[in-house]
């Protein structure tokens, strides 16, 4: 009696079918049907932090759940290791990379990080690395990045030195110069700089990040290996890991690329040294080469990672593909952020040109946003009142640095919006003389919050006070 | 109105879950497979998957609000469920992570860290049976002996009649090191081992291991939950694991790892680091970056699943173990071999002998066999090859690894005993399958 499993190469997964050939690009109405499941009623300007996956992958996702709860062991042995390296094939051709062997599928960015950090802490634990070899990074680096530096670097007796980079930012060239006077110093300390972190596209403030130039000096200047956090990349710039040229490159899929949470995929420039990183949870596959013991971490639901040929399957059904929509995110989230910050007559965080998807918008200074906790309670304050979900950074001025000023003083707040496709709707927030009027437009009809005059001088009393009454709790925010 | 005769009727009994509606949880299975592996990748009925997938669609319609108000609430009545389960002290005591590979790669870290801040030395030893799970064993080498130790390797007599057999083996082989002046800093043992199956004797071989003075003792039971009775303060281990998906009816993937509290339970941490690094295992692993964190927020409507059968999750434990013994009995008098082990020291799982004229010469022949009874007769079970020792006359070589979970049919059993009588009919030989056979290298 034979059996339907595949073997030998064939393969029964979803997005093996030839997709129907259709003359028509996908139109607005299926753009909105696609994303019915988000709530309707929020602005989610938010797409930086967490994605969005349309209702079709969701489909194809849920068909490899299916196929593997089914006949788990025939999933196992006979489709889950073609299904892998089918969607690694499809990433090695999206980032420009020479050989699948280059590609690895992770969870996330995260895993990536602890990857490539876990072996430097090894460098020093087998006596490779000497104390106070050094690991370099921006100081706006995702936190969980600067604490994966903590536990396996400083841990280890590697020491850190921090790019502070300048924000709000003008032009590339003041983040290179920055960049350079950095790693002078560390240089000059006598310091060996065995690894440098860099940011594609950074995520609190958000701008992107000359990355070609700095790798480039990162060469020049003799540090041992570059590892390119691109969190945010794919889906939103341009990514070409060739032209980049950083030995580690890693980014998230299932933000702008419309997975499904979560997968992201690790480039590893091959070389003596790639040969060396494992993943930290160790399986069958141990030392059979990172993207084959990536591919098994035990029993888990490995559908996120499957579903990227049915991804670019989606994506190309708009106009001009992933390049298509990537420029007319950058068109509208430009767009949207000059119109905020004519109506709020506050700035924009970086140029045009240095922002892809994302945008840092000033708030009015006459919200007073102090500290993060007010940066945290003003957060939620959107969601919960107004429902609008956008993260806001508090900026922080050391030394002699310069502040931005609107009409009223120094801009201490930031928002960072996201444009994806249509389907968020926008929050256009007024402040308006003696009154704070907060309103919600696009498809909503005036949902106001009038502040009393003599509480509109500091948005943190106003919400401490709504705390104080027992309107919404206090959260322990992180902006991601 | 005078309320005493209503509230004198008396409540009805809560309906247990019926056979038909077991079936109907587990249609989705493959229908013509006999699924007799239920100890490899475990199973999940179509109400929890639904569950998961409402939480699923929570996540991505609005996530944000689900990562600031939900998660972390979701996750700790998860914990607290497992808690009370596992009749564990303190729910810091507990953390949730994805299955058991993980949970080993966490502790067997926190030993290399050992070595490299200079609380172990090099050459200080790690003591496992030669059976433990192939991932463990390559964790150890990627953490453990990478950072200097060394590995104890204890045989498992198999087949075993007795406790005692192992509990021999395992002081014989401490004393040896003690002889030796290896100093034992890590026990790994198995509650319920992988191939051959085999329930250990955990709180004696833990006893053994505080008498010779082991600074951790680790129990590995990945098929431990749903599987075996799992008693934290009973077992007295410093690290426990055990799957949540194998037999305890979790979509994939979820475990638990319990880490007694101690000064050193504390230093423990999770691989992939997040904001939520230092602020405790438990609460490391509930944010590991964006990812589903569904399967793990489903734990206590697996708990009310369960608590539809009869007796809970203790009532499946007995049934499985009765039928699954049954099965083997029944396999072994069908084709004149024997089980593995004495009923009492198995669990949902038991092995059973193979008749030797197949002749399983090798593990790669109990690849072919495993890979030849899927694709021609439709039956998914494991199959275990069992090197001869010196000296035997005519011993088995060959055992299958039944389990027995709530979705099975007798017919399933009957339907490999045929399967093997057909190829012993047909003087079958695992030699007559190419070595190309198995498509994994």
Same mark, same amino acid.
């Given at each position: 009696?034979?059996?339907?499993?595949?073997?030998?190469?064939?393969?029964?997964?979803?997005?093996?079918?030839?997709?129907?050939?259709?003359?028509?690009?996908?139109?607005?109405?299926?753009?909105?049907?696609?994303?019915?499941?988000?709530?309707?009623?929020?602005?989610?300007?938010?797409?930086?932090?967490?994605?969005?996956?349309?209702?079709?992958?969701?489909?194809?996702?849920?068909?490899?759940?299916?196929?593997?709860?089914?006949?788990?062991?025939?999933?196992?042995?006979?489709?889950?290791?073609?299904?892998?390296? +089918?969607? *690694?094939?499809?990433?090695?051709?999206?980032?420009?990379?020479? &050989?699948?062997?280059?590609?690895?599928?992770?969870?996330?960015?995260?895993?990536? +990080?602890?990857?490539?950090?876990?072996?430097?802490?090894?460098?020093?634990?087998?006596?490779?690395?000497?104390?106070?070899?050094?690991?370099?990074?921006?100081?706006?680096?995702?936190?969980?990045?600067?604490?994966?530096?903590?536990?396996?670097?400083?841990?280890?007796?590697?020491?850190?030195?921090?790019?502070?980079?300048?924000?709000?930012?003008?032009?590339?060239?003041?983040?290179?110069?920055?960049?350079?006077?950095?790693?002078?110093?560390?240089?000059?300390?006598?310091?060996?700089?065995?690894?440098?972190?860099?940011?594609?596209?950074?995520?609190?403030? $958000?701008?992107?990040?000359?990355?070609?130039?700095?790798?480039?000096?990162?060469?020049?200047?003799?540090?041992?290996?570059?590892?390119?956090?691109?969190?945010? +990349?794919?889906? $939103?710039?341009?990514?070409?890991?060739?032209?980049?040229? +950083?030995?580690?490159?890693?980014?998230?899929?299932?933000?702008?690329?419309?997975?499904?949470?979560?997968?992201?995929?690790?480039?590893?420039?091959?070389?003596?040294?790639?040969?060396?990183? &494992?993943?930290?949870?160790?399986?069958?596959?141990?030392?059979?080469?990172?993207?084959?013991?990536?591919?098994?971490?035990?029993? *888990?639901?490995?559908? $996120?990672?499957?579903?990227?040929?049915? %991804?670019?399957?989606?994506?190309?059904?708009?106009?001009?593909?992933?390049?298509?929509?990537?420029?007319?995110?950058?068109?509208?989230?430009?767009?949207?952020?000059?119109?905020?910050?004519?109506?709020?007559?506050?700035?924009?965080?970086?140029?045009?040109?240095?922002?892809?998807?994302?945008?840092?918008?000033?708030?009015?200074?006459?919200?007073?946003?102090?500290?993060?906790?007010?940066?945290?309670?003003?957060?939620? &304050?959107?969601?919960?009142?107004?429902?609008?979900? %956008?993260?806001?950074?508090?900026?922080?001025?050391?030394?002699?640095?310069?502040?931005?000023?609107?009409?009223?003083?120094?801009?201490?707040?930031?928002?960072?919006?996201? &444009?994806?496709?249509?389907?968020?709707?926008?929050?256009?927030?007024?402040?308006?003389?003696?009154?704070?009027?907060?309103?919600?437009?696009?498809?909503?009809?005036?949902?106001?919050?009038?502040?009393?005059?003599?509480?509109?001088?500091?948005? $943190?009393?106003?919400?401490?006070? *709504?705390?104080?009454?027992?309107?919404?709790?206090? *959260?322990?925010?992180?902006?991601? | 109105?005078?309320?005493?005769?209503?509230?004198?009727?008396?409540?009805?009994?809560?309906?247990?879950?019926?056979?038909?509606?077991?079936?109907?949880?587990?249609?989705?299975?493959?229908?013509?497979?006999?699924?007799?592996?239920?100890?490899?990748?475990?199973?999940?009925?179509?109400?929890?998957?639904?569950?998961?997938?409402?939480?699923?669609?929570?996540?991505?319609?609005?996530?944000?609000?689900?990562?600031?108000?939900?998660?972390?609430?979701?996750?700790?009545?998860?914990?607290?469920?497992?808690?009370?389960?596992?009749?564990?002290?303190?729910?810091?005591?507990?953390?949730?992570? #994805?299955?058991?590979?993980?949970?080993?790669?966490?502790?067997?870290?926190?030993?290399?860290?050992?070595?490299?801040?200079?609380?172990?030395?090099?050459?200080?030893?790690?003591?496992?049976?030669?059976?433990?799970?192939?991932?463990?064993?390559?964790?150890?080498?990627?953490?453990?002996?990478?950072?200097?130790?060394?590995?104890?390797?204890?045989?498992?007599?198999?087949?075993?009649?007795?406790?005692?057999?192992?509990?021999?083996?395992?002081?014989?082989?401490?004393?040896?090191?003690?002889?030796?002046?290896?100093?034992?800093?890590?026990?790994?043992?198995?509650?319920?081992?992988?191939?051959?199956?085999?329930?250990?004797?955990?709180?004696?071989?833990?006893?053994?291991?505080?008498?010779?003075?082991?600074?951790?003792?680790?129990?590995?039971?990945?098929?431990?939950?749903?599987?075996?009775?799992?008693?934290?303060?009973?077992?007295?281990?410093?690290?426990?694991?055990?799957?949540?998906?194998?037999?305890?009816?979790?979509?994939?993937?979820?475990?638990?790892?319990?880490?007694?509290?101690?000064?050193?339970?504390?230093?423990?941490?999770?691989?992939?680091?997040?904001?939520?690094?230092?602020?405790?295992?438990?609460?490391?692993?509930?944010?590991?970056?964006?990812?589903?964190?569904?399967?793990?927020?489903?734990?206590?409507?697996?708990?009310?699943?369960?608590?539809?059968?009869?007796?809970?999750?203790?009532?499946?434990?007995?049934?499985?173990?009765?039928?699954?013994?049954?099965?083997?009995?029944?396999?072994?008098?069908?084709?004149?071999?024997?089980?593995?082990?004495?009923?009492?020291?198995?669990?949902?799982?038991?092995?059973?002998?193979?008749?030797?004229?197949?002749?399983?010469?090798?593990?790669?022949?109990?690849?072919?066999?495993?890979?030849?009874?899927?694709?021609?007769?439709?039956?998914?079970?494991?199959?275990?090859?069992?090197?001869?020792? #010196?000296?035997?006359?005519?011993?088995?070589?060959?055992?299958?690894?039944?389990?027995?979970?709530?979705?099975?049919?007798?017919?399933?059993?009957?339907?490999?005993?045929?399967?093997?009588?057909?190829?012993?009919?047909?003087?079958?030989?695992?030699?007559?399958?190419?070595?190309?056979?198995?498509?994994?290298?």
């Amino acid at each position: 009696m034979q059996h339907e499993y595949p073997r030998n190469g064939e393969s029964t997964h979803p997005s093996s079918k030839k997709p129907k050939l259709s003359s028509k690009f996908i139109t607005e109405s299926d753009i909105r049907d696609e994303f019915s499941h988000h709530q309707q009623r929020v602005a989610r300007i938010n797409n930086g932090s967490y994605g969005s996956c349309p209702d079709s992958v969701l489909t194809a996702q849920r068909r490899w759940q299916l196929q593997f709860l089914r006949q788990p062991d025939a999933f196992y042995f006979n489709v889950l290791r073609d299904g892998i390296t +089918a969607s *690694r094939e499809t990433i090695k051709d999206l980032i420009n990379a020479d &050989h699948v062997d280059e590609v690895s599928l992770v969870d996330n960015a995260t895993t990536a +990080a602890a990857i490539v950090l876990q072996r430097i802490g090894r460098n020093f634990a087998e006596g490779k690395f000497q104390k106070n070899d050094t690991v370099l990074m921006l100081h706006c680096a995702f936190q969980a990045v600067k604490k994966s530096i903590q536990a396996y670097v400083t841990r280890a007796g590697g020491s850190v030195i921090e790019v502070r980079l300048p924000f709000p930012v003008n032009s590339e060239e003041e983040i290179i110069s920055e960049f350079k006077k950095s790693i002078e110093e560390g240089k000059s300390n006598g310091r060996n700089i065995r690894l440098a972190i860099i940011d594609h596209i950074t995520s609190m403030p $958000s701008v992107v990040i000359p990355v070609k130039e700095l790798v480039r000096i990162c060469r020049a200047e003799g540090i041992e290996q570059v590892f390119v956090d691109a969190a945010h +990349a794919i889906g $939103s710039v341009e990514v070409d890991v060739k032209e980049v040229g +950083a030995d580690f490159y890693v980014s998230n899929l299932h933000k702008w690329f419309f997975c499904p949470p979560s997968v992201a995929f690790l480039y590893c420039k091959k070389s003596t040294s790639s040969s060396d990183l &494992h993943h930290p949870v160790v399986s069958h596959e141990y030392g059979n080469g990172l993207p084959i013991e990536s591919a098994w971490i035990g029993t *888990r639901d490995y559908s $996120s990672q499957l579903v990227v040929p049915a %991804v670019l399957e989606f994506i190309n059904r708009f106009e001009g593909g992933i390049n298509g929509i990537m420029k007319k995110n950058h068109d509208e989230v430009v767009k949207m952020g000059k119109m905020l910050a004519e109506s709020w007559g506050t700035n924009l965080g970086s140029p045009p040109e240095m922002s892809a998807a994302m945008i840092m918008v000033g708030l009015p200074s006459r919200l007073c946003l102090h500290s993060e906790e007010d940066a945290v309670m003003l957060r939620s &304050h959107l969601r919960d009142r107004y429902e609008v979900e %956008v993260p806001i950074f508090h900026q922080v001025y050391v030394d002699r640095e310069e502040g931005v000023r609107d009409k009223d003083g120094f801009i201490t707040g930031y928002v960072r919006i996201s &444009h994806q496709l249509r389907m968020g709707k926008l929050a256009k927030c007024f402040i308006r003389n003696e009154e704070a009027v907060i309103k919600v437009g696009e498809g909503f009809h005036g949902i106001t919050c009038v502040l009393p005059a003599s509480d509109v001088c500091c948005i $943190s009393q106003f919400l401490k006070n *709504r705390i104080k009454g027992g309107q919404g709790a206090a *959260r322990k925010n992180w902006n991601f | 109105m005078n309320s005493t005769s209503i509230s004198a009727a008396v409540t009805p009994q809560p309906l247990f879950i019926t056979p038909a509606e077991v079936c109907s949880e587990f249609s989705y299975h493959h229908p013509s497979v006999a699924r007799i592996n239920n100890g490899g990748f475990g199973c999940c009925p179509s109400s929890l998957i639904s569950y998961q997938r409402q939480i699923q669609m929570q996540w991505l319609r609005q996530p944000d609000e689900f990562f600031f108000n939900q998660l972390q609430p979701g996750m700790l009545r998860s914990r607290n469920v497992i808690k009370d389960l596992i009749n564990a002290d303190h729910v810091d005591e507990v953390s949730i992570v #994805d299955n058991v590979s993980t949970a080993i790669s966490i502790v067997l870290q926190h030993m290399a860290w050992g070595f490299a801040e200079g609380k172990f030395h090099s050459g200080d030893a790690t003591v496992m049976f030669h059976c433990a799970y192939g991932a463990v064993k390559k964790s150890v080498e990627a953490y453990f002996v990478r950072a200097g130790g060394y590995v104890i390797e204890v045989p498992l007599p198999f087949p075993v009649n007795s406790d005692d057999e192992i509990l021999q083996e395992f002081r014989q082989a401490l004393d040896k090191s003690k002889q030796n002046g290896r100093r034992v800093r890590l026990a790994i043992i198995d509650h319920v081992t992988f191939m051959p199956t085999v329930v250990m004797p955990v709180k004696q071989l833990v006893s053994i291991c505080r008498e010779a003075g082991i600074d951790h003792v680790f129990i590995d039971a990945a098929h431990g939950i749903g599987c075996v009775d799992v008693d934290m303060k009973q077992i007295g281990a410093d690290f426990y694991t055990s799957n949540l998906h194998k037999w305890l009816f979790c979509p994939p993937s979820a475990a638990f790892l319990y880490c007694r509290k101690s000064n050193q339970s504390s230093a423990l941490h999770h691989p992939v680091v997040t904001h939520q690094y230092g602020n405790g295992l438990a609460t490391e692993s509930s944010w590991i970056g964006t990812r589903d964190y569904s399967a793990q927020l489903v734990v206590p409507k697996v708990l009310e699943f369960v608590n539809r059968f009869e007796g809970g999750i203790d009532g499946i434990k007995r049934r499985n173990h009765d039928a699954v013994v049954d099965m083997g009995e029944m396999l072994a008098k069908a084709w004149g071999t024997q089980l593995g082990c004495p009923p009492h020291m198995c669990s949902s799982m038991v092995m059973v002998g193979l008749p030797a004229c197949l002749h399983v010469s090798s593990d790669q022949d109990s690849w072919k066999l495993r890979t030849y009874l899927r694709d021609k007769f439709g039956v998914e079970v494991s199959i275990y090859y069992r090197p001869p020792k #010196d000296g035997e006359v005519g011993p088995l070589t060959g055992y299958a690894r039944i389990s027995y979970q709530v979705y099975n049919k007798v017919d399933d059993y009957y339907k490999f005993r045929d399967a093997i009588n057909q190829l012993v009919h047909d003087a079958f030989t695992c030699a007559s399958l190419p070595d190309s056979y198995i498509r994994l290298v």
